[in-house]
């Protein structure tokens, strides 16, 4: 039987396909329940220390409609941490003051230390370049709804696919339920080595292109991400790539796509997507960035046991 | 009478059947230079079993767990003989562990097992050859990887 109950939520990898479905069951009921007191007494600790505008608020909104408090910060120049005190202490220390922590932080691996410390669950909200699992969770719940199923879809993956965490999530969930994924972005923010083996270690059919030409009337849906400017090193590199891709209603038109196409985007955006795109049915990425609310619920609800 | 590649040692450690390459490497990870007592290093000698091998005697110490963790994750198929007084009185093959804990940092340099003295812990995915997975970053690493 699945239960979440008191689980970190680090890793999509720690998630079996039964599991992920169970989630998304149960944001579809989390939609029609709204101001319940479910959560009545309890207390989330919004850890971010890095910026966040969807993840920090859409997981305020669901606690705080659940019944339950928020406590937290928006930036680490706020806290100890700016005098110099360890990831480790600070959650050691928050940890006494609330029921759940959800972490966000710009060092890679930083929300499995938190829940290797502390006794109650740590939820990733993003860790560097790694992992944001419940964006995977609203990002498939965003396809399932969308598209009515999440079997034997076509993916397509576009810009950033080097640093972009997100897309390292989603490929490794999709991989359960047959997809066949297209990686497309510039040489230099190619995705991992080892994501694309252990892909194809999972059997998912994957390829590699610079160019959406060609394979655009393939796919079922697209996920398109930002060139992220903070996590280059060298401004020069960033500006090599910066504008590679800018999708428009007319650049769709122009190399073609199936009629029936979704388009994702975990946003912000900056010009990788013109506005024009946005009134078209193939734009879902404000409808995505909505869902966050009831998957955010449905996966406080099962970890803190009151489903 | 058996003749010696390597002169025999009275008490001490034997790391035998190290792929001959990769001897300098266990020689550094074993921090010999630090040693006081005789210490021998022979490469490409003759072996049956790897063709040509390196043998690496240490007088006077007792290699800990520790250490032979790390000659397993550099020379998989390697042995160690605890020697008293000219006699084998302990023998055994290294082995990889499951889990590696504070012996190989990992590569990533956005990990937070590299900040705040953080003790690094990676789990084996692959024995031989070696493939290790970051607890924390959950990056893989390949021996090329490895910083011991």
Do not use: W
Not at chain 1, 206 to 225: F, P, Q, R, W
Not at chain 2, 24 to 42: C, H, P, R, S, T
Not at chain 2, 122 to 139: A, F, M, T
């Amino acid at each position: 039987m699945v239960s979440f109950k008191q689980r970190d939520i680090i890793s999509i990898r720690h998630f079996n396909k039964e599991e992920l479905l169970y989630i998304l069951d149960l944001a579809k009921k989390m939609e029609q329940l709204d101001n319940t007191d479910m959560l009545k007494g309890m207390v989330l600790g919004s850890l971010f220390f890095e910026p966040s505008t969807r993840t920090r608020l859409s997981f305020e909104s669901a606690m705080k409609r659940l019944g339950g408090m928020v406590i937290g910060f928006a930036e680490p120049g706020v806290t100890s941490t700016a005098k110099g005190e360890s990831l480790s202490d600070s959650v050691r220390i928050i940890e006494g003051y609330c029921d759940i922590i959800i972490l966000r932080h710009y060092l890679e691996g930083s929300a499995q230390l938190a829940a290797d410390v502390v006794n109650i669950p740590v939820i990733n909200a993003g860790d560097g370049a790694n992992q944001h699992p419940t964006q995977t969770f609203l990002d498939l719940y965003t396809i399932q709804k969308t598209k009515g199923t999440l079997e034997g879809l076509t993916i397509g993956f576009l810009g950033d696919l080097k640093y972009g965490r997100t897309v390292h999530s989603l490929a490794y969930a999709l991989a359960y339920f047959g997809a066949e994924m297209h990686f497309v972005s510039p040489n230099s923010l190619r995705m991992p080595e080892d994501c694309i083996d252990e892909l194809k270690d999972r059997k998912v059919k994957c390829h590699e292109n610079e160019s959406l030409a060609g394979i655009s009337k393939k796919l079922d849906v697209l996920y398109c991400t930002r060139i992220q400017k903070e996590r280059f090193a060298d401004p020069v590199e960033f500006e090599k790539v910066r504008g590679t891709y800018r999708l428009s209603k007319s650049v769709l038109e122009e190399i073609g796509i199936k009629n029936d196409l979704k388009i994702l985007h975990p946003l912000p955006r900056v010009d990788e997507m013109d506005e024009s795109l946005d009134t078209t049915d193939f734009a879902v990425y404000f409808n995505q960035a909505r869902n966050g609310v009831p998957v955010r619920k449905a996966i406080l609800a099962s970890v803190l046991g009151k489903e | 009478m058996k003749h010696l590649d390597v002169s025999a040692i009275k008490d001490g450690s034997v790391i035998d059947h190290i792929e001959s390459k990769s001897t300098l490497k266990v020689a550094d990870i074993l921090n010999i230079q630090n040693e006081e007592q005789v210490v021998l290093v022979g490469m490409n000698l003759t072996s049956k079993f790897l063709g040509k091998k390196g043998i690496i005697k240490i007088g006077g110490k007792i290699i800990d767990q520790k250490e032979v963790n790390k000659i397993a994750l550099i020379a998989p198929n390697a042995s160690v003989n605890i020697i008293k007084d000219y006699e084998v009185i302990k023998k055994f093959k290294v082995a990889v562990p499951d889990i590696i804990e504070g012996i190989v940092k990992c590569f990533n340099p956005n990990c937070i097992s590299n900040y705040y003295n953080t003790q690094s812990k990676l789990h084996v995915v692959n024995k031989n050859p070696i493939k290790l997975q970051c607890h924390y970053c959950e990056r893989i690493m390949n021996a090329k990887d490895l910083v011991i």
